[in-house]
């Protein structure tokens, strides 16, 4: 069983941090970051919460699914920077947005979030006959996590928000999600404090000791070096499933790091980078909202199409990783 995309929605902040603003107050320049990223400009969120960005798309999903919210039966957040450790960003959305009847639960899996979300409401929704819709929104607020006195990080993330209304259908399919927790601690934002020895002596080795609560810190090197390979991995052991090519895809929606892992994935895919949807030159990396940005406004923008074969494939902190291959 497949599931369809019946309408889409997002939300950015209307703040814009360019590469020229960070050299106020980051050793920085805009050579540099476009170089070694791509991202020219980014989205910070001012007074809005995670959570209403979120609402905030999710009530346009809404809109354009063209549905009666009481007919949704589950709101999945995916987020890794939520408001609030309790309640969930998914509870506040799913009041609302009207969605009365809905179940609700926040899901973080870091960057790959909205694939393991997606996939996640198809399976409720295979297995359950009464469930008709589900809303999956990706709600994001890096600049809340960021160290801004860390040059090589604090210049690649942005904020943003976009969702999506699916219900159940027999179009293609397919799924693989993964993880290798060995990679947990090249990416990390402390929640709480917990003295160090006492999670060595516990089995998880405290990378950055001295990293202060909820400031997000990489080994940036070795994320990269993760990601060129999760990406193709992806979609690879999603394609597999189904017996489908990479010449089978009309659109690859890549996770939006950082523009040389895209340009090395789809090299090493075979594919042509006309086929890589791009849109971090002007929203950086939202996490898990930005394959639903980048889908949503190449919808939008007439670019993807009805009936056409897309490849979702991202990445992320935890190390995370997963592929949905879907006809949009
Ligand atoms: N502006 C100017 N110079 C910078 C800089 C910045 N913003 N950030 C780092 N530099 C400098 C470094 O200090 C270093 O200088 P040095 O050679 O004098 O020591 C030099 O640039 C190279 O730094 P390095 O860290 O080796 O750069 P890089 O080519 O590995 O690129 C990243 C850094 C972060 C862009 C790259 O490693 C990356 O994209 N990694 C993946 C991160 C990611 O996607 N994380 C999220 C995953 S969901």
Redesign the pocket.
């Known amino acids: 069983m497949g599931i369809s995309i019946l309408g889409m929605g997002r939300y950015v902040p209307e703040q814009v941090l360019t590469n020229d603003d ?1 050299t106020r107050f ?4 805009d050579e ?2 476009s170089t ?2 791509g991202i020219k400009e980014r989205r910070m969120a001012g007074w809005e919460p995670t959570w209403y960005m979120g609402r905030e798309a999710a009530m346009s999903a809404i809109k354009s699914a063209g549905i009666d919210p009481a007919d949704i039966g589950l709101v999945i957040s995916c987020t890794a920077t939520s408001d609030f450790h309790t309640p969930s960003m998914s509870s506040i959305i799913q009041h609302q947005t009207g969605a009365v009847n809905a179940a609700a639960f926040d899901m973080n899996a ?2 790959s979030g909205f694939v393991y979300a997606l996939d996640t409401a198809r399976r409720f929704l295979e297995t359950d006959d009464n469930m008709k819709y589900v809303l999956v929104v990706a709600n994001e607020a890096l600049s809340r996590f960021i160290d801004f006195s860390d ?3 604090c ?2 993330f942005g904020d943003g928000a976009a969702a999506a209304v699916v219900e159940k259908s027999d179009k293609l399919f397919s799924s693989h999600l993964g993880s290798d927790g060995s990679g947990a601690e090249l ?1 990390c934002a402390r929640a709480l404090n917990v003295a160090p020895e006492v999670a060595l002596k516990n089995g998880f080795k405290d990378p950055f000791p001295e990293m202060e609560l909820h400031k997000l810190r ?1 080994n ?2 070795e ?2 070096k993760f ?1 060129v390979q999760a990406l193709p991995r992806a979609f690879e052991l999603a394609a597999e499933k189904v017996n489908i090519t990479k010449d089978d895809i009309d659109w690859f929606v890549p ?1 939006q ?2 523009i ?2 895209i340009e090395t994935a789809a090299k090493k895919l075979g594919a042509p980078m006309e086929k890589f949807i791009v849109t971090l030159d002007h929203y950086g ?1 939202t ?1 898990s909202a930005s394959i639903p940005l980048a889908l949503c406004e190449s919808i939008e923008n007439g670019l993807i199409k009805r009936g056409q074969k897309l490849a979702l494939i991202g ?3 935890g190390l995370t990783y997963g592929g949905i291959i879907l006809e949009y």
Do not use: E, M, P
Request: with cysteine; glycine share 6%.
């Open positions: 960070f980051v050793d920085t320049n540099w970051i070694r990223t870091a960057c040059r090589a990080s210049i690649l990416l990489q940036g090197k994320v990269y990601a996770h790091a950082n040389r892992i990396n996490s990445f992320g902190a």
